[in-house]
């Protein structure tokens, strides 16, 4: 049986993406491909286990990034994590796919798609306050198995105080760092690829 265990995935053509204008990296135009790529026209669920393999189709991952002040949540994804090959790397992203639990009547727009987000965010951290949220970039690496197979939806969240706590082991040393340590030395060595993009591209001070 498949590790996946029949789960399905909101998925669009690769493309649709290149169509669009593919891009490698980070682009901070997000009117020129949110409403596109969530379009019930344009995306559907695919089984992931096929779309793991299948670089013809995209799978839209929203990757939330979450800000208090300078400072970013970073953690490092613990063993438990459902993509294997980014296991043991510093991450600032929180997300995951989008799945059939989220769909909603207006089947597979942007209502289902933000359930998902807010699902996502559930599963994974505990937050105690409020907060504001804006699609910032959309994220693309082809340069690696992974990125081949995903597109990132980078949203930006900002926290109105720092009470935030993993809600599952996959996110271990969770914790806020400063912009400018993830900016250079260890930290930015050992992130991955997305969140590399994004500290290095984005103006997240």
Known sequence: MSKYAGEEVLVVRRSLFDSLGAFEGICTEVERYFPVLLDPANNFFLDRAAAELDPSHKQLIPYAIFRHGHRLLHYTRGKSGGETRLHAQG??????????????????????????????????????????????????????????????????FELDDDQVTAAEDALANLSFQSIADLKHGPLHDNLETWSRHCIDSLELG
């Not at 942007?110 to 807010?118: D, F, L, Q, R």
């Not at 970039?137 to 990125?147: F, H, Q, R, S, Y």
């Open 91 to 156: 991450s600032i992203g929180i997300g995951g796919h989008i799945n059939p639990v989220d769909n909603h009547t207006d089947h597979l727009g942007h209502k289902t798609y933000m359930n998902g987000v807010e699902r996502e965010i559930r599963e994974e951290l505990n937050i105690a306050g409020g907060y504001t949220q804006r699609v910032a970039a959309i994220l693309n690496d082809d340069l690696n198995p992974v990125g081949q197979v995903h597109l990132g939806i980078v949203h930006i």
